[in-house]
């Protein structure tokens, strides 16, 4: 019956007679879904995979950076409502300034990285770059596996949630499901250390409080790549 199907539609198409609606809309799903299969073969430059002896590729955890520049419009003064992006039109035109620029760099997987410089050099910057929190204006960014940052005081939790409930939302992001969070939850508050704390709403925390709960969560998502910022001097 398929085939005589085909056999159909092939003979109405060379008739010049377009396909009902719900049969384009199939054939479009197969090539779709054919496509994404090709697409699968291709592997990806960091992409982990299995050799013959059952290793697992050395190529997980790698970070390729190469000649990345990033680019920042930065304006004299905020516009903070329509009626003044209408008004200063064409009258406060930013500046361009470039956070980064053609910066090329490749880390072995076990290697520990420390980045020394002037405030504003770019620092964070290429952190957020690596962690695929901003694109690069130019250049490429290529890392292998998972990525855990701690960049920002606080980033990832919600205030008025409390410690345990931010750590789900917190695992939820780094790719874990609920169970996985649930098996590893007496783990993460033992590391962070905050005790019965860990009930109450974040926005209760002291600093140091927040550190270690945040850095508590990335020490146990498995993750290939552990990005930390002026955050771990808290």
Not at 50 to 62: K, L, N, Q, T, Y
Not at 72 to 77: E, G, S
Not at 173 to 191: K, P, T, Y
């Amino acid at each position: 019956r398929g085939h005589q199907q085909e056999r159909d539609l092939a003979q109405a198409e060379a008739d010049g007679v377009p396909e009902p609606v719900e049969v384009a809309a199939g054939r479009q799903a197969r090539e779709r879904r054919e496509q994404h299969g090709r697409d699968g073969d291709r592997e990806h430059p960091l992409r982990e995979h299995v050799d013959a002896e059952g290793g697992v590729d050395r190529r997980r955890s790698e970070i390729r950076i190469d000649e990345v520049s990033r680019r920042f419009r930065v304006y004299p003064k905020d516009t903070r409502t329509l009626k003044e992006l209408i008004v200063t039109r064409g009258r406060g035109r930013g500046e361009d300034v470039w956070a980064l620029s053609g910066v090329t760099l490749h880390a072995q997987p076990g290697e520990a990285i420390g980045l020394v410089g002037r405030n504003g050099s770019g620092k964070t910057t290429l952190l957020k770059l690596i962690g695929e929190i901003i694109k690069p204006t130019r250049g490429t960014v290529e890392v292998g596996g998972r990525v855990a940052s701690l960049l920002e005081l606080g980033a990832g939790f919600h205030p008025e949630f409390t410690g345990r409930e931010n750590v789900f939302l917190n695992g939820a992001l780094h790719g874990l499901s609920r169970a996985q969070i649930r098996e590893r939850m007496d783990e993460i508050v033992d590391f962070a250390g905050i005790g019965h704390y860990v009930d109450l709403p974040v926005r209760t925390y002291s600093a140091g409080m927040y550190m270690r709960l945040g850095f508590a969560v990335a020490a146990h998502v498995d993750a290939d790549v552990l990005l930390l910022d002026e955050i771990f001097a808290v």
